[in-house]
Each structure stands twice: as structure tokens, then as C-alpha cells.
């Protein structure tokens, strides 16, 4: 089992920053299994939607609304993954989850944190 615990969420007027962190904990061998590393968010009325991930290789992608604005980055030494948010805008309030997944025989496994709240006042 994995879990996940975000921190960094608040309150930030719109051109602000904020940085999310995700602190990943578990054995040994179930964090080794995990594939990548995401950070989704979800307004009131609309559905989860993903923000940005980073796989192994550092490889990493972004939502069209968030590129050239947000930056996703792990850190394995402490396992935590962060997410840097820049510019922000009204729209970008949230509540942020992390996630993290691993396949397993063509199976997709999920991990979610509880969440952190973002919001951007105009």
C-alpha cells in the first residue's frame, strides 16, 4: 500500500504562486513499483481533470491550461513530488489531489491523496 498526503494548498490573489507538495509513504517495495505520479484537480460541478504527471525518466506532461504555468517534479530522495503554480488565475481553483500509478499484469492501480485546496481570488 501506498499512501499520499498533500500539503501547500491556501488562499493566493490571481498572478500568485503556490507550491503543492505530495509526500508519498510506504514500504520499500510497493513506492518502487510505482509507474508515475500525477496532480489532478476538481472544481464544484465539473469532473476530475488532470493537471500534470510525471513518469519514470522524468518524463512529464501538462494540461493545455497549465503549461508554460505549472511545473510537476519529484524529488526521490524524499519521495515527495511537487507541484510549482505559477501565474495563477481564478480558474486554477481547486482542489488538488495527487495520484500515483502502477500497472500490473495490464492492470492499472490508482493512489489518492485527500486533497488540497486551492483558491485564486480575482
Known amino acids: 500500500q501506498v499512501q499520499l498526503v498533500e500539503s501547500g494548498g491556501g488562499l493566493v490573489q490571481a498572478g500568485g504562486s503556490l507550491r503543492l507538495s505530495c509526500v508519498v509513504s510506504g514500504s520499500a517495495s510497493s513506492i518502487n513499483s510505482i509507474n508515475g505520479f500525477g496532480w489532478y484537480r476538481q472544481s464544484p460541478g465539473k469532473q476530475r481533470e488532470l493537471v500534470a504527471t510525471v513518469y519514470s525518466g522524468d518524463t512529464t506532461n501538462y494540461a493545455d491550461s497549465v503549461k508554460g504555468r505549472f511545473t510537476i517534479s519529484r524529488d526521490n530522495a524524499k519521495n515527495t513530488v511537487y507541484l510549482q503554480m505559477t501565474s495563477l488565475k481564478p480558474g486554477d481553483t481547486a482542489v488538488y489531489y495527487c495520484?500515483?500509478?502502477?500497472?500490473?499484469?495490464?492492470?492499472?492501480?490508482?493512489?489518492w491523496g485527500q486533497g488540497t485546496q486551492v483558491t485564486v481570488s480575482s
Open positions: 495520484n500515483a500509478v502502477f500497472w500490473s499484469l495490464s492492470k492499472r492501480f490508482d493512489y
